[in-house]
């Protein structure tokens, strides 16, 4: 089917002719749902707020439903390998790089990342005992920026544009010469947006946590996921700017006819060191978190504090700092030369000492502790084995001899898989579950939880363990067929079957959501016998959660005051002043401003580009004029003059 | 200061400047690009393109201006609007002096046939002293916007937005300094 829009031609397939069709019926149900339940004012609610558990939870909504896009995509993957020379629908050669291009990047960036950041706005101005992040409007931009670019990134498959130079962009593959098409300008226009929210979203996490803790919460006596939050925050401010500027670089060789990343004076390399210098680090951006979202989990779970405090702070600053010496081992077969592969081979295997630590500081907070296997303890027991195997692989992978026979094979696509998923996804979900009363006031069904804890544990071994064999006897990564004598199709058969029981248990989660809103089980502010500051206020979080700003004594505080102080937290002296929550529609306005600037930049359109760029300073304008600082500036100054 | 509040702004201060050093992060990677495509660059090589007049002048627009919004920022302090008016309207016309230079010298660089895709140092000479212009001119922006608040906010908030802006003009002003110390001076002295 063809149709004509913008000038130009799409060509449509039939899975994508599907997938309007299915968008459209959804679109229309939603629609109609939402009216008939009368829903329409939380939607209102949601689009204006400024606060942070409510951004906390959009974050996480649009985190699901792009896991559940880019989780269709990779059956559709397994499916298309499932058997020897086998066609699946449409999923062969380009619309097969197209599947694994968008399933990378929407997963990273779009899955990975937002579900972390997510939980952050939910649980971390909780647990250091803030009234909310430090700029409560500039979190809502953060917001929207990042689905400007999530949006844009998850519409060129429905503009028959999707980017096909894997989630890498590797040049000179992405540069216009070897694909003109406009699927890898979504993808650089898409990230830069998201990308600028994200950073935005850092600067406001560091500010928060270095500036609005309760009085006597020094940094070491700061709950462990507010630390990851905190070094977290700061790999995105030194490491997103490299990727703004590799992307901004890419635009020029893309659109004005620059080449730096081709032809006979352009280095493709010079690409590859710009992404990995944003890239690697991003691999820690998005599993630090995770670390700190099971050290609290385990704790709580294990009725002890968790071992080895100080040098769990310590272990997460190094790995934060090893993460920019480690870049070139994603490019170990370039030629740099034998001393800088060893070089980073060394760095590289550096970064498991720390990361051993933690692990057996873990492994120590259980130990005699009371452990409660709940469905948040359930993930992260079952994450501390899966990493150890992701983890040893990434030895492996480190040993750069070795690494030239690993490269682009099923072994690296096992390991990534076992840290990312093993890693953030099972973090992510245990961060779900844990912290969902604080978020709604009600708990997750814990049958149903464990359910999809078992099968989706399960369903992940059984997919990826067997990539490691595939790998090894030579089945390179990204290719979209392999004949019966490759000898990889058992592990690629087995591989499929378990990726459907993943999928069945991400199905079981998002049922678990839905059954625990149908039959609400009341949550009380403190479901888990916690022992941080976030059980200390009622759940849902209010407005304003801290009546009271609690003096923090101990690590543990709220732990601490039950022994010792029958629960309740000793009030602070002084407190200092909260940040003013709006209600706006600005955030909301700018993100859809952004989007269709970059559409505007995708398509060429010149006069739009002109207009939409002047209405996004013209925002600047706006908002320099409503701020709601110089408000209430000027209404402290008419009621100090009265 | 009573009617103001210190906490608040003491966060977007701090706010601000750790997004100056995400700016930072961004200006450092173009001037590695910079540093990498100027080695091997013929057909133009840079000394064949710069002129040391349009840098110096324009280095003295743009540098005194630092001086100016400090004189503004010190007129903030003892809430002289008047003072704050004089030394930002200097500003400004600093500001468009360095940009009106800056255009004539791409100008003149474009009609000597030294194009954005003439060779690959050129691409990178222009998108990191092209960006660095663009923050000259969002600052131009940023100061008319300051100047139209002037009378109509409390004058302890205004001083803390006028404090903001200056951290960001200090900072546009420091990656000309670098600009001139790395981009231009090794091929002009």
Redesign the interface.
């Known amino acids: 089917m063809i149709a004509d829009l913008f000038g130009r031609k799409f060509y449509m397939a039939s899975d994508t002719i599907g997938a309007w069709v299915m968008l459209t019926l959804t679109a229309i149900l939603g629609i109609i749902l939402i009216t008939r339940a009368k829903k329409w004012p939380i939607i209102r609610e949601y689009a204006t707020t400024t606060h942070h558990r409510k951004i906390g939870v959009l974050y996480l909504l649009s985190a699901t439903l792009f896991f559940m896009r880019a989780g269709i995509e990779a059956l559709i993957i397994r499916i298309q390998l499932a058997f020897p020379d086998n066609n699946f629908w449409v999923f062969q050669g380009e619309k097969f790089n197209e599947a694994f291009t968008t399933h990378g990047t929407i997963m990273i960036f779009f899955v990975a990342m937002p579900l972390l950041i997510g939980l952050m706005n939910v649980a971390v101005p909780l647990q250091i005992g803030a009234q909310d992040m430090?700029?409560p409007y500039?979190n809502a931009v953060s917001f929207w920026l990042f689905l400007a670019g999530a949006l844009l990134v998850n519409m060129s498959f429905f503009m028959t544009a999707s980017p096909n130079a894997g989630w890498t962009l590797y040049a000179p593959l992405s540069t216009d010469t070897y694909t003109p098409s406009a699927g890898n300008d979504y993808y650089i226009f898409g990230i830069q947006v998201s990308g600028i929210g994200t950073?935005?979203a850092a600067?406001?996490m560091?500010?928060t946590i270095?500036?609005?803790r309760a009085p006597g919460m020094t940094l070491m006596k700061m709950p462990l996921f507010p630390w990851s939050t905190l070094i977290t925050s700061f790999l995105i401010?030194?490491a997103?700017?490299?990727l703004?500027?590799?992307l901004?670089?890419l635009m020029?060789d893309r659109f004005?006819?620059?080449?730096?990343f081709s032809g006979p004076?352009?280095?493709p390399i010079?690409w590859q060191h710009?992404f990995w210098i944003f890239g690697h680090p991003e691999v820690y951006i998005i599993i630090l978190p995770a670390f700190g979202i099971f050290s609290d989990i385990i704790s709580t779970f294990s009725k002890k504090r968790v071992f080895g405090y100080g040098s769990m702070v310590v272990a997460l600053a190094i790995i934060g700092l090893l993460g920019f010496m480690v870049w070139v081992h994603h490019m170990f077969t370039v030629g740099l030369g034998a001393l800088v592969n060893t070089f980073f081979a060394v760095t590289t295997m550096l970064i498991a000492v720390p990361t051993g630590i933690k692990i057996f500081n873990w492994l120590f907070t259980m130990r005699k502790g009371v452990i409660r296997f709940s469905t948040p303890m359930l993930f992260a027991a079952g994450f501390i084995p899966t990493f150890v195997m992701g983890g040893v692989t990434g030895v492996m992978l480190s040993a750069a001899a070795a690494d030239l026979q690993y490269h682009d094979t099923y072994f690296v696509v096992a390991h990534f898989h076992y840290v990312i998923i093993g890693g953030t996804v099972l973090g992510a979900f245990a961060g779900i579950y844990y912290w969902f009363p604080k978020m709604f006031g009600i708990t997750l069904n814990e049958t149903l939880g464990k359910l999809h804890f078992w099968l989706f544990l399960i369903g992940f071994h059984i997919t990826f363990f067997p990539q490691h064999f595939a790998g090894l006897n030579g089945m390179p990564r990204r290719v979209y067929t392999y004949t019966a004598e490759d000898n990889v199709f058992v592990f690629n058969f087995v591989s499929t079957l378990g990726a459907f029981l993943m999928g069945i248990g991400t199905a079981v989660f998002v049922w678990n959501i839905y059954k625990s809103f149908k039959k609400p089980q009341k949550a009380g502010d403190d479901p888990w016998n916690g022992r941080t500051l976030e059980w200390s206020v009622p759940s849902p979080a209010p407005e304003h959660p801290f009546e009271n700003t609690p003096q923090v004594v101990s690590h543990d505080p709220v732990w601490e005051a039950k022994l010792h102080r029958d629960g309740e937290l000793p009030k602070a002296s002084e407190s200092?002043?909260a940040?003013?929550d709006v209600v706006s529609w600005q955030p909301v306005m700018l993100g859809s401003l952004m989007l269709f600037f970059s559409l505007a930049f995708i398509y060429h359109v010149t006069w739009l580009q002109v207009t939409l760029g002047i209405a996004v300073?013209g925002f600047?304008?706006v908002r320099?004029?409503t701020d709601e600082?110089?408000k209430k500036?000027?209404e402290?100054?008419a009621h100090?003059n009265v | 200061m009573t009617t103001y509040n210190q906490d608040l702004q003491g966060d977007k201060k701090l706010g601000f400047v750790l997004y100056l050093v995400g700016e930072l992060v961004m200006f450092a990677t173009l001037f590695a690009t910079f540093f990498i495509f100027v080695q091997d660059a013929i057909d133009p090589t840079p000394t064949e393109v710069f002129e040391a007049r349009t840098v110096i002048i324009s280095s003295v627009f743009l540098l005194s201006s630092s001086g100016t919004i400090h004189f503004a920022e010190k007129a903030a302090e003892i809430q002289n609007r008047k003072g704050i008016a004089i030394w930002l309207a200097a500003t400004v016309l600093l500001g468009l002096a360095f940009m009106g230079v800056e255009i004539h010298e791409f100008r003149t660089y474009y009609h000597e046939g030294f194009t954005l895709t003439q060779n690959i140092f050129l691409s990178s000479f222009y998108i990191l002293v092209g960006l660095h212009a663009a923050h000259v001119l969002f600052g131009i922006g940023w100061m008319l916007l300051l100047a139209i608040q002037l009378n109509s906010i409390p004058s302890s908030i205004y001083g803390d937005k006028q404090k903001i802006f200056s951290y960001y003009w200090h900072f546009v002003d420091v990656i000309w300094i670098f600009i001139i110390v790395f981009v231009y001076a090794p091929y002009l002295i």
């Not at chain 1, 004005?256 to 730096?260: E, L, Y």
């Open positions: 430090a700029f500039l950073i935005l600067i406001n560091i500010v270095v500036r609005h401010l030194i997103f700017p490299v703004t500027i590799a901004y670089i020029f004005f006819g620059t080449s730096f004076e352009g280095d010079y710009l200092r002043t940040p003013i300073l600047f304008v320099a004029l600082h110089t500036a000027k402290d100054q100090d």
